[in-house]
């Protein structure tokens, strides 16, 4: 009875029993639920539950989003302070672009030169580094090896040369020469001293005309030895140059003399200037001069003046010589000469030299160890596309041409041409 009773009981709150359990469990997993929904927002998970709190969830991504973005920049703002601070000493270029931008500099030796002291000039040969080919006999072209204005290397064969006085006196050094030889290998007491005297003279006068012909020393030697080549040379050029002033046509007969063309080394020239005689009181042989042609400026120094004034312009002559790397300036071309006057003081710059800097100041770009750096300077006066401006060192090394690039870049990248 008792056994039937619990089982009556058991039965009857069994399904109460499993009720409260079952609500107990859905408890249960809401709770879970909520935690999740929690920690999701927390984690930034993107599911069905944020989506479910957009507002909330949102707003506290936004914020770590910032918090993120501000703790990646921070670094990267860092880095390239500090790259600045690496490159704000000077602009680098690569030799592709100084050629591109057409960067050009050049070192003040001097800054004594005023605007006020300037000269008319023409760009001249260097006659120390020119020569005319004029052989002192009669000859004929018989052929052309260069054309006018080519460049020759020492040695090299310019024209061929004959005829019948070239001929002639390549036969009579041949038979002197050989005169000479006999007559020296004679004992004294076997020829005169008068005779031995005149043969020695005899076969030097001979070998003086080839050497007036213009022929080498091996050339007057291998004569002897191939007397069939008696009627005609090579011209070689005595120095290497570029051929000017040729006339030598080919079959033409020259007269001695005659100058058949003329060899010039470019690498150096000179510029003769005509200066009042106020100017020429400060010319001193041996000081500096700026030499400017076009966009040219070129220093140079005074080698001479002729202490003479000419009738009809009532101006003296000055010459300056100047380097002339790559042949980029040619004899004939006009220039103006600037000269030194210690009482004005500064340096002639180009108008291609000056940029205005960020503030408004003018400055001029200098070249150093580390690059290009930009030099505020003081512009004194300006006349005919020329600077006179101080704040230069004596040897500074300042770009003439391609300023205008380096400004850009400068303004462009905050002093930095790499733009980190």
Do not use: C
Not at 6 to 26: D, K, Q
Not at 28 to 56: D, K, Y
Not at 198 to 211: H, I, P, Y
Not at 239 to 251: F, N
């Amino acid at each position: 009875m008792k056994n039937q009773t619990s089982n009556r009981i058991f039965f009857t709150l069994n399904p109460l029993v499993r009720a409260m359990g079952f609500g107990l469990l859905i408890s249960i997993t809401a709770a879970i639920g909520v935690s999740g929904v929690t920690l999701a927002a927390e984690g930034h998970e993107h599911g069905p539950t944020e989506a479910a709190q957009p507002h909330a969830t949102g707003e506290v991504g936004h914020e770590h989003a910032n918090e993120t973005e501000e703790h990646l920049e921070a670094p990267d703002a860092h880095g390239h302070e500090e790259t600045q601070a690496e490159h704000s000493d000077g602009l680098t270029l690569s030799a592709a672009q100084r050629d591109l931008a057409g960067i050009e500099v050049v070192k003040l030796a001097e800054q004594s030169f005023s605007l006020e002291a300037v000269a008319t000039a023409t760009l001249v040969v260097d006659r120390d580094r020119t020569v005319t080919l004029a052989p002192q006999l009669e000859v004929r072209v018989l052929k052309r090896h260069v054309v006018p204005g080519q460049e020759v290397a020492q040695g090299q064969a310019i024209l061929t040369l004959g005829g019948a006085a070239v001929a002639q006196a390549q036969a009579d050094y041949i038979n002197a020469a050989a005169e000479w030889s006999r007559v020296k290998r004679m004992s004294t007491s076997a020829v005169s001293a008068s005779r031995r005297l005149q043969a020695q003279v005899d076969a030097e006068l001979k070998r003086a005309t080839l050497e007036a012909m213009k022929m080498t020393p091996a050339q007057i030697n291998a004569l002897a030895s191939t007397p069939e080549t008696i009627g005609s040379y090579q011209l070689l050029a005595p120095i290497a140059g570029r051929v000017q002033q040729d006339v030598a046509m080919l079959g033409q007969v020259f007269a001695g003399g005659t100058a058949l063309m003329q060899l010039t080394d470019e690498s150096h020239l000179w510029v003769e200037a005509q200066v009042t005689p106020t100017q020429a009181e400060k010319v001193n042989v041996g000081s500096k001069a700026l030499v400017r042609v076009g966009q040219h400026s070129i220093e140079a120094k005074i080698i001479g003046r002729s202490h003479e004034l000419n009738s009809v312009t009532r101006t003296e002559q000055i010459l300056v010589a100047f380097e002339n790397p790559g042949h980029v300036l040619h004899a004939g071309q006009f220039a103006e000469i600037y000269l030194s006057d210690n009482a004005k003081g500064g340096a002639v710059l180009p108008d291609a030299a000056l940029t205005r800097g960020g503030d408004g100041d003018w400055q001029v770009f200098v070249e150093d160890a580390e690059g290009f750096e930009a030099v505020e300077v003081e512009v004194v006066e300006r006349q005919r596309g020329m600077n006179l401006v101080r704040g230069l060192a004596p040897n500074a090394k300042v770009v003439i041409s391609g300023a205008f690039f380096l400004a850009s870049e400068q303004a462009k990248a905050g002093f930095d041409i790499h733009n980190h």
